[in-house]
């Protein structure tokens, strides 16, 4: 029993759950900004994998890896400009949108691997961003060994999840960004151009998504494999909404969900006697019960999914 | 010159022309009315005025200037203000983040909420429109809500200021602190433009008033050379019954009785707590109150469209709580639901299915389970032709008709039936003059032939001259009971207001 206490909580489980929330954490604050403006981004899987794929792509032909974490932001804004064309322009619903991005992401990214590197499976490996530290948080006891020696992507999360938590609540960006998700007609009414703020909100959105896929591809693996985001964008859309549409929120229930991953992956390499296929379902069962749970209590923008013209 | 001139205005959607070639001419710092049944274009001719619609022809003058308002924002920048009559807010923001959205005072990158607050404050203050600026929109009152839009005009120092059926939501108090507070806007150089179909509120507020009808401008007179009676001449194009006449009864038995009933509303948490009366045949129960006071609670228990928790609903001797809906339906009430659109149509279904809602299982409609298409057609026919109910056939969807027409089709639906109780919940909200004098007619009608009528609304007149007992409802609670000839408007409103009355 101790064994499993200490597996659960050792500093490593932890240092595994910040690794493994960043991706999502990124994609739950994409999905926050966009559902905010209302806009329901089942997309967020699609972007991620974009990212991924683009980030891969980058650092293959420059060497570089921050190029491809440039290009992962790029081209998961392009695929999110694509998606609020679609659902703010054309007014087309936002659900089945999303879900034909997914698909056309992963086909997209599939056939691209087959044409440029001529294996459908995975990518050759590529430069990957390296660890780093931060000097001062080095000498703090406990969190040294949590946010030490990892990607740099994973500060760089910390302090975007902050940022935007203050754009969404501190700035009139914001203020209009949750009116307009509330209430387009009462932002149109007082002259905020509501299209605007949307793509605004929808392509944040992707460029989050496709900056934790480059986490995915180049601060993890060094490559790119089919499918690699694996659900994340549906766990992140999942965090965004435990996390009442909040930055700060959605950071919290993506460590939830990765803890859970965390343990599991823990439990697995310890001899439990206990079904490898029960263990692996934890970090599921608890997404379905924590988002039961959620659903009830959570009250979203009151607009959310809504087309908005004033001459329909 | 003028404040406002459009000329020529011309407007369609589809087919339906909503402005035909109007003109309007508001003077400087008037009141101005534009009056009009639903459905003649005033609020089409506003949002082009405010920028939410596009005119296909016209033009607009501000101050003799000749101005292109395409857009809202550049309306706001022109110092036009529009009090929407849904209001334009966000419920779960504070009056302070509703009224600055899209104005904000700024700090770096920051909103300044410090600044912000106090300018509104300042605000409130200057104009004598009292709110907590901190409050949130969801937890203050109607009437504070709309001091909130009208604010939220101001704030953006607009001149120029269109109220769109404000008094539409208001308990009478409200409504008189709402002319108290135009009157106010005027004299510190305001321009007004008050939108409605009442024709009382007009006669008392307004400078001049200019007519609409059927999109068209029927013509401007000064409020001081006319009369209610030919204000609704000119808004319904023929002589209007503006009052109706009920005829006197005796005393009779009670047909329908609830007793202490208690109804749980989780969605706001209002309770309906011990609601008890009697309704004897053929007499009109009136139930008066704000909305949001019980009365939706009241309608959905007593139609089994929502659980209630105890008591006793009797209709001649048996009780009615155990029943569903449909076999309430069945032994013979008829609803007029208070939200039509929800309740009482099918927006996208034509007039013959929507005409054979609720008895599509039973004959003659419907033989050994099939639907009877020429008994359907036959049925809804007919009641096109008794109750009047203009602007289409039985194949044309409901969501066609004017809300007036609407109503009437649910009302050929339920009393045709037979009804042995009626329950009308605002039966003549959004609904024409012409409308509302045939609708209290049928009404009347049952109720001279003895069935009992619990009549669930919001218009103070509407009540008065139908019911004969009403009794009023503040926060779930029947406050009092009174006899609708004796009362007067002000103590019905100070009753729905939860104020005590001497007496």
Redesign the interface.
């Known amino acids: 029993m101790n064994d499993v206490l200490a597996a659960i909580f050792s500093i490593n489980t932890l240092a595994a759950m910040i690794r493994m929330a960043t991706p999502i954490a990124l994609a739950a604050m994409g999905g926050t900004f966009s559902e905010r403006s209302g806009v329901i981004n089942i997309g967020l899987e699609g972007m991620i994998l974009t990212g991924a794929f683009a980030g891969v792509a980058g650092s293959y032909y420059t060497g570089n890896p921050w190029v491809g974490v440039l290009f992962a932001v790029i081209f998961g804004s392009l695929v999110a400009g694509i998606f609020a064309v679609f659902t703010v322009k054309f007014k087309a619903n936002h659900v089945v949108a999303g879900v034909g991005l997914n698909i056309f992401a992963l086909g997209l990214t599939t056939w691209l691997m087959q044409v440029l590197w001529g294996g459908r499976g995975v990518s050759p490996n590529v430069n990957g961003l390296p660890r780093v530290s931060i000097p001062v948080l080095d000498k703090v006891p406990v969190v040294n060994k949590l946010i030490t020696n990892q990607s740099p992507l994973v500060y760089i999360m910390f302090a975007l999840i902050i940022g935007g938590w203050f754009l969404l609540f501190?700035?009139?960006l914001?203020?209009?960004i949750?009116?307009t998700g509330?209430?387009p007609?009462?932002?149109?009414?007082?002259?905020?151009?509501v299209s605007r703020v949307k793509y605004f909100s929808v392509i944040l959105s992707g460029a989050l998504s496709g900056l934790g896929g480059a986490y995915l591809s180049l601060g993890y693996l060094n490559m790119f494999s089919r499918n690699m985001s694996a659900g994340r964008g549906y766990m992140a859309l999942a965090a965004n909404i435990f996390g009442q549409w909040n930055p700060l929120g959605g950071l919290g229930a993506s460590f939830l969900f990765s803890f859970s991953e965390a343990v599991q992956l823990r439990l697995q390499s310890i001899n439990l006697n206990i079904a490898n296929e029960l263990i692996q379902m934890i970090p599921y069962a608890i997404t379905i019960i924590v988002l039961a749970g959620a659903v009830i209590k959570s009250?979203p923008p009151?607009a959310l999914g809504e087309h908005y013209g004033?001459?329909e | 010159m003028y404040a406002v001139d459009m000329k020529g205005i011309t407007k369609t959607f589809g087919d339906t022309v909503a402005n035909d070639g109007v003109d309007l001419s508001v003077e400087e710092e008037e009141i101005h009315c534009i009056l009009g049944e639903n459905g003649a274009g005033k609020t089409t001719l506003m949002n082009v005025l405010f920028g939410l619609y596009e005119r296909d022809a016209g033009e607009i003058f501000l101050h003799d200037k000749e101005v292109n308002i395409r857009k809202p924002s550049q309306a706001i920048d022109h110092g036009i203000g529009m009090i929407h009559q849904n209001f334009m807010l966000v419920n779960r923001l504070s009056v302070t983040d509703n009224i600055v959205a899209g104005a904000e005072p700024k700090k770096g990158i920051r909103l300044d909420r410090k600044k912000a607050v106090k300018d509104v404050r300042r605000l409130s203050e200057k104009y004598g429109l009292k709110v907590d600026p901190e409050a949130r929109i969801e937890n203050i009152s109607v009437g504070d809500q709309q001091r909130v839009e009208i604010l939220k005009a101001l704030y953006r120092k607009a001149d120029i200021l269109i109220l769109d059926e404000p008094t539409a939501v208001l308990t009478p108090q409200e409504v008189e602190d709402l002319f108290r507070i135009m009157r106010e806007l005027k004299e510190s150089g305001k321009t007004l433009i008050f939108i409605t179909h009442k024709l009382k509120e007009t006669m008392t507020i307004t400078d001049r008033i200019t007519i609409l009808r059927d999109g068209k401008k029927v013509g401007t007179v000064e409020t001081g050379d006319t009369n209610p009676r030919d204000l609704a001449q000119m808004m319904v194009g023929r002589d209007v019954v503006l009052s109706v006449e009920k005829s006197e009864r005796e005393e009779r038995p009670v047909a329908f009785e609830v007793k202490d009933l208690n109804v749980h509303n989780p969605t706001n948490n209002l309770y309906l707590r011990d609601v008890s009366f009697e309704i004897e045949e053929g007499e009109v129960l009136g139930v008066a109150g704000v909305e949001g006071n019980g009365q939706l609670e009241l309608e959905e228990g007593l139609m089994g469209l929502r659980p209630t928790e105890s008591g006793e609903v009797i209709l001649r001797g048996s009780d009615l709580r155990e029943l569903t809906t449909r076999e309430r339906k069945k032994i013979g009430i008829a609803h007029i639901p208070s939200d039509r659109l929800r309740r009482g149509l099918i927006a996208e279904f034509n007039l013959q299915r929507n005409m054979i809602l609720g008895s599509e299982w039973d004959r003659p409609f419907s033989r050994r389970g099939f639907l009877d298409r020429n008994r359907i057609k036959e049925y809804t026919e007919e009641v096109i032709e008794d109750f009047d109910i203009r602007g289409g056939t039985a194949d044309v969807d409901a969501k066609s008709l004017s809300g007036g027409n609407q109503q009437k089709v649910i009302l050929g639906r339920e009393l045709t039936r037979d009804p042995e109780l009626i329950i009308a919940a605002q039966p003549t909200r959004g609904v024409d003059v012409g409308a509302i004098e045939y609708i209290h007619g049928e009404l009347l009608n049952m109720r001279d032939r003895g069935v009992p009528v619990l009549l669930i609304s919001a218009e103070l007149d509407e009540l008065r001259s139908l019911s004969d007992r009403i009794i009023v409802l503040y926060e779930g609670e029947i406050v009092a009971s009174l006899d609708a000839d004796a009362v007067d408007e002000r103590e019905l409103g100070l009753l729905m207001a939860g104020e005590e009355v001497e007496g």
Not at chain 1, 185 to 190: F, Y
């Open positions: 501190k700035t009139p914001g203020l209009r949750r009116m509330e209430r007609e009462a932002a149109d009414t007082l002259g905020i151009n009250r009151e004033t001459e």
